[in-house]
């Protein structure tokens, strides 16, 4: 019975992590393919004046936090609704993993931005962080206590955050600005 | 003494062989410096090639037996060193480790013990020396634990999105294919046990043995070839991604400070 236990249990595991190498390595694979273009017209579309209120129900133009009493005017359920719910922070999700790819990217073909890449790569980590902790929040129905503290913050965060992308974009020339700025 | 079979004799040379290229070009194209733990792996290989020949042929079943012990000891060592020095070079970027994998690289490695040690605690392989059956144990368990391991670099590195450079990959492709193939190999030796005959213990040695010298022949080639070549960054597109970080930054550091308020 031992002897069966053992091989049931080593099968599974050999077929698991088979499984799994196949799928990362896949995966790797595709991003080694895919170049500084290709990444960030993965960036998914998301309405843009729901964000924009959002953050700036927080912060000014310039991104400074706005003086009390002039801030958070929004209540969780209005944000909730302007997000478009548990889909619009998945997409500001997807976003997020583009953000991080980009950094990948830098790092494999331009090792003297090492450094400015890693940065990147662990603030935009940090964004998909609070992201992911709403997210859970949303799936265990807690929702409500996690949303004043990480919702609006991953908003501004992922608001400014786009707005820095469509200014590196314009600032690079690369052709089809004006797609990116209706994508994102 | 024991008897060699063609077989035995061909694995042998041919391992012998491939080993000793992997190891010239490991010194001539400049990849012992880069990784000096594998270098030392494959020279422990030629080395264990030749001392294990003169024992096999002149020492008595037991002395085998515990160089045979011995010398997986200190395979599996290495191997877990070479295992290191890929995750260093993997998360460790810009020199010190990332921040956000330290806690998940040693939830990695704490899980993999553990689970190598339930499974290697349910494998009672029957064996007529107590010390064959520890060598059986044993590296199932080293086997089961180094390919959790690399399975689990490679899902955690793609996970928070570090690329890996050409060689690193290639080598930990290398490693966790031979283990995962090993996985198998070692689970139907505890199953089967050494018993009178032992030709299946023999055969699957011998696939062992193969899969061993395809992943070496692998590391030869690849090993070999030059990694593609690093692009210049323009000086537009650098100062656009220290701008892009520097805000992106700027920004954190605000929203970290809004509970403050």
């Given at each position: 019975m031992r002897n069966l236990y053992f091989v049931l249990l080593a099968v599974l595991l050999l077929v698991a992590l088979t499984a799994t190498l196949i799928r990362f390595y896949l995966r790797q694979r595709r991003s080694a393919e895919t170049n500084w273009q290709d990444l960030l017209h993965r960036l998914v579309w998301i309405d843009r004046d729901a964000i924009a209120t959002i953050a700036l129900d927080a912060v000014t133009d310039e991104g400074e936090l706005r003086p009390h009493g002039d801030?958070?005017?929004?209540?969780s359920g209005v944000i909730w609704n302007l997000l478009g719910g548990l889909e619009g922070l998945e997409v500001i999700e997807r976003n997020c993993q583009v953000l991080v790819e980009l950094a990948a990217y830098l790092q494999r073909f331009y090792p003297e931005a090492l450094v400015v890449a890693e940065q990147l790569r662990l603030n935009a980590r940090e964004i998909e962080w609070h992201v992911g902790r709403l997210k859970g929040a949303a799936q265990t129905g807690n929702l409500e206590a996690s949303f004043a503290n990480y919702a609006q913050r991953a908003v501004v965060i992922y608001y400014m955050m786009t707005r820095h992308v469509l200014t590196l974009y314009d600032q690079a020339q690369f052709p089809g600005l004006a797609e990116l700025q209706q994508a994102i | 003494m024991t008897h060699l079979t063609g077989f035995d004799i061909f694995t042998w040379i041919a391992s012998f062989l491939v080993n000793g290229t992997l190891a010239i070009i490991l010194f001539v194209r400049g990849r012992a410096r880069s990784f000096p733990f594998f270098t030392v792996y494959i020279l422990e290989q030629i080395v264990d090639a030749i001392a294990s020949y003169f024992v096999i042929l002149h020492a008595a079943a037991l002395t085998y037996q515990k160089y045979s012990w011995t010398a997986a000891s200190i395979e599996e060592m290495l191997k877990l060193c070479v295992f290191y020095e890929v995750a260093v070079h993997v998360f460790c970027?810009?020199?010190?480790?990332?921040r956000d994998v330290r806690k998940a690289f040693l939830v990695l490695i704490c899980l993999s013990v553990v689970i190598a040690v339930l499974l290697t605690w349910l494998a009672h392989p029957y064996a007529p020396r107590f010390i064959q059956t520890q060598i059986l144990r044993g590296n199932f368990f080293s086997s089961v634990l180094l390919s959790e391991l690399c399975v689990g670099m490679v899902v955690l590195s793609g996970t928070v999105g570090l690329p890996w450079k050409t060689h690193v990959a290639r080598i930990a492709q290398g490693l966790g294919a031979y283990s995962l193939a090993r996985v198998g190999i070692l689970t139907i030796q505890n199953v089967v046990g050494?018993?009178?005959?032992r030709h299946i213990i023999t055969r699957t040695s011998h696939v062992n043995d193969s899969i061993y010298i395809a992943c070496a022949l692998y590391w030869v080639v690849m090993l070999w070839a030059e990694a593609p070549a690093t692009r210049e960054l323009p000086a537009a597109m650098k100062m656009q991604i220290y701008t892009l970080n520097r805000q992106v930054e700027n920004d954190l550091r605000r929203i970290r400070t809004w509970r403050q308020h």
């Open positions: 801030c958070f005017a929004l209540d | 970027p810009t020199g010190s480790w990332a050494i018993h009178g005959g």
